[in-house]
């Protein structure tokens, strides 16, 4: 596995120009994994100790933090993610704060389950950022308060343990805890600024949740479902045709490069587990010049299985949501769209319904990973 990569240490003041232009990142391994946090899929910042300077619902807002050096408030600097005051000792003659002294978030995962990898972005906080930062994470069923998650009980399990951390760098840390959780607790040792919080991972769904729906979005993101490969990413993640609601824009599908050659582009998904799949959208919505002109769909049903076409090759609308009823039902756990020649769609959805082998497989991960 590629190892974890954060930085130490401040980043140059900023001396105009592009904001970005001495940003400290690298390429980690998680990335394309579902964000667990994404506010789309209901994730909130719960609460924080202290958000003097700049307000704690900033860290899971989409995209890049941004930065305006001549926008100042009351407050001072307003800035783009999760700022705290300046901690202080008990006195004149210790005038320092201790060593446990620290400040602190609750964040509520919008799909509860087993967390791979978390970046802490100290973008645009390069004198200002914490000294380090530690992350715990726990499981409570339904929807506790923060008093419920502060409780003496309640029991958190280490992350990410207490480490040095850079200024305007995203510091990356890849987790192993096989666990399924639903709320985190972000650290800062001793105060600063965080401008982003993502949680990348797996979605673990409830199977009692998904039983009692009956018939529901077999590759959501939500509900378990993951895009495993595809041919091209150039413009926009695949993840985003199984993410929440309709897309909004043309970069909340997914779309690929112009081809010059005579293939077609592709996605393979992994459902939650074993379904049967009743009825099909696949939605180009906001794609108008550069939507897929034809696509089909194949479905397995095992790593070794061959691939059976489900829905021949069909002709797509720009900006349109088709709809389709498969003349009966297909069994599988995986699922492949093919795109022809390129260009994108916005999001796939399959419906239908967990096979009893499928259920029972589900509970099983669930029940083993702690939920």
């Known amino acids: 596995m590629t190892p974890t990569r954060h930085f130490t240490g401040d980043a140059s003041p900023y001396g105009g120009g592009d904001p970005y232009a001495d940003y400290r990142t690298a390429d980690f391994p998680f990335i394309s994994l579902l964000d667990l946090a994404d506010r789309r899929l209901g994730a909130g910042v719960v609460a924080a100790n202290d958000e003097f300077f700049a307000e704690r619902e900033n860290l899971l807002k989409p995209g890049p933090a941004e930065f305006d050096p001549e926008r100042f408030g009351h407050k001072g600097k307003i800035m783009d993610g999760w700022e705290t005051r300046r901690r202080r000792g008990a006195g004149a003659t210790e005038p320092h704060p201790t060593d446990e002294d620290h400040d602190w978030a609750l964040i509520r995962l919008g799909a509860p389950g087993v967390v791979r990898g978390l970046v802490v972005d100290t973008a645009h906080f390069r004198g200002n950022y914490p000294q380090s930062v530690s992350v715990e994470a726990t499981s409570l069923p339904g929807s506790p308060s923060p008093e419920d998650l502060l409780a003496p009980g309640v029991a958190w399990t280490p992350l990410v343990p207490r480490t040095a951390v850079g200024g305007h760098a995203a510091n990356g840390f890849v987790v192993d805890a096989e666990q399924r959780f639903t709320h985190l607790r972000l650290n800062q040792h001793p ?147 093919d795109i022809f020649p390129d260009g994108g769609i916005s999001r796939l959805r399959l419906f239908g319904s967990l096979t009893e082998a499928g259920a029972a497989r589900l509970a099983a991960r669930h029940q083993e990973l702690g939920g």
């Open 191 to 337: 105060d600063g600024g965080i401008a982003r919080l993502r949680v990348y991972g797996e979605a673990v769904p409830d199977p009692a949740w998904l039983a009692a729906l009956g018939t529901f979005d077999l590759a959501a993101l939500e509900n378990g479902g993951q895009v495993e490969d595809a041919s091209d990413r150039f413009y926009s993640p695949a993840t985003n045709t199984v993410a929440p609601g309709r897309s909004h824009k043309m970069d909340g599908g997914w779309e690929t490069r112009r081809r010059r050659d005579k293939g077609n582009d592709w996605i393979r998904y992994r459902l939650a587990a074993r379904s049967e799949i009743r009825a099909v959208e696949i939605d180009t919505a906001y794609l108008k010049g550069n939507a897929a002109g034809w696509a089909t769909l194949s479905v397995s049903d095992g790593e070794g299985e061959e691939w059976t076409e489900i829905l021949p090759r069909t002709r797509l609308q720009p900006d349109t949501n088709h709809r389709f009823v498969l003349p009966e039902p297909v069994c599988g756990t995986r699922v492949r769209i």
